[in-house]
């Protein structure tokens, strides 16, 4: 696909994508015209790392914990640096307890609905 489509699809501007691809995030192909070409699993892919970025992760370490987002596994440990480690520990309990707080209000208006629910068809 062209990167007018990659972009409509994830919602990313063409520019981000671009600088996706110069810090090494994505990696379209090119077509014979010099044309980037993008796999579809690159839709995913984009997804994925604007949801890190959206968690606080700069773009160095989104770059160094792509494989993990990959199957199978090739993770290359030789590079993780403690400042490295602590900001993805850090980032996780971040969102362990943004996880704990959206599913609690996931939960309260999932009861709120049912009480509704339940007396606007009990009427």
């Given amino acids: ?12 501007p063409r520019r981000l994508l671009r600088y996706y691809e110069e810090q090494g995030l994505i990696l379209p192909d090119r077509c014979a015209n010099g ?16 949801g890190l970025l959206d ?13 993990c987002l990959d199957k199978p596994r090739l993770i290359h440990f030789s590079d ?3 400042e490295m480690i602590t900001t ?7 969102m362990t307890r ?13 009861e709120y609905l049912d009480a509704v629910i339940g007396n606007h068809t009990a009427s």
Avoid: F, H, W
Avoid at 37 to 50: A, F, G, K, P
Avoid at 55 to 67: C, D, E, F, M, Y
Avoid at 101 to 109: H, S
């Fill in 35 to 50: 044309y980037r070409s993008y796999d579809e699993r690159l839709v995913d892919r984009v997804l994925q790392i604007r």
């Fill in 55 to 67: 968690a606080g992760l700069p773009t160095r370490i989104i770059k160094q914990i792509l494989p």
């Fill in 80 to 82: 993780a640096t403690p």
């Fill in 88 to 94: 993805l520990e850090d980032e996780r309990d971040r």
């Fill in 98 to 110: 943004r996880i704990d707080c959206l599913t609690r209000n996931r939960d309260a208006i999932s």
């Fill in 1 to 12: 696909m062209r990167i007018g489509e990659l972009s409509e699809r994830t919602g990313t």
